[in-house]
């Protein structure tokens, strides 16, 4: 298993939450007002520069219509080989 | 999808947390110390009680060899039918 330091968990958490969003056609503000959030806190996570605690990653993980563990994975190409 | 509601995340997280640790045969004292939190704090998180964040998440699941995203994924037969 790739030691967790090659991971930037960080990033994973911004792309996966970014692709889902898209994927649903919401906005970065409609997210935001469904979990309650601020927009700029969406736009921080989707730069990676959020550490989101895990109830928040839940609620996001739901208004997207995707599980926590799903936003916590690597697209595939990350896992180093 | 069971909606996220049906699932206590806190809950998932605390069974992962503790079987891994004692899959490893690790104390709670033994994680902590590695993951450089209190004691106090991985029995809070055994039982449901704490809300860490994604780093708190990904260093947790370093020292448990294992993955976040395997932290958060519930045990097959808590997933709702």
Request: a positive charge; charged letters at 20%.
């Amino acid at each position: 298993m790739p030691p967790a330091v090659m991971l930037d968990h960080k990033k994973v958490f911004a792309e996966n939450v970014k692709a889902a969003r898209k994927a649903l056609g919401l906005s970065q503000e409609a997210l935001a007002f469904a979990a309650g959030i601020d927009r700029t806190y969406v736009s921080g996570i989707e730069r990676g520069r959020r550490n989101p605690s895990l109830m928040l990653i839940a609620k996001l993980a739901e208004h997207l219509d995707t599980t926590p563990a799903a936003l916590l994975t690597p697209p595939a190409a990350e896992v180093s080989p």
